[in-house]
């Protein structure tokens, strides 16, 4: 399976898993139909899956038209947002726990709630030990940064956050937004003296200033440098002026959503 990332909008990631030897195709969180069936088309690949993180529209805005072209692909989504109706072409509900098989890889559903109740994440385990996963992980955990709380309480995105980092370190966080360097920003703030971090914001602005893509980023590196993992951190605690981590949780999301 091969992972293919298509910027959409100002700053989305739509991913397409593409099984070269059949030529078809599964697509995460197409918001937008266009830049997808481009592609489709200049490779030649079927669509036959579509796995929704959650139902915001910049996620979920082309699964119209990408149906009127692939009548016969599947829509999976949460359980929740099925009952809410809020997936547009959702057949498939899902819970925490669930399994897929998709193109020889188990597929297993993580429940992230936190920025959205229904939010689901997408985590295809290694093949082979030596391999590394790959979560889709939507506006759960960014690089860098973490989902705002639209619709949920900051213990319910703590929890969400800590289950993702109970996945092995090599696991490939393929997150849907390129926030890295305002996250970094932002954390440089709250976590000044972080060398990991440091270095990070060194790497990431010359990679944004030749116009690369930050992700996926990869776990063990988030847990270095993302704040919103390190809320245990003692000087992360000692800057913040709380030693409960759902406090220092709290008080980041409160931060970045002023910053
Ligand atoms: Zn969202
Ligand atoms: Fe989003």
Redo the contacts with the bound molecule.
Sequence with gaps: MEIIRLPAFND?YIFLLVDRATGDCAVVDPGDAEVVLEYLSKEDLTLKTILITHH?A??VDGNRQLLNHFPAAAVYGSEIDLQKRRIPGQTVSLKAGDHLDLFNRTVEILFVPGHTQGHIAYYFPPLRPEDSGDLFC??TLFANGCGRLLEGMPAQLFASLQQICDLPDNTNIWC??EYTLKNIKFSLTVDPENEALQRRFQRVQTQRQRQEPTIPTVLALEKQTNPFLRCGDRQLQANLKTTDPLRVFTKLRGKRDLF
């Design positions: 989305n915001h910049d996620h939507g506006d849907a937004h």
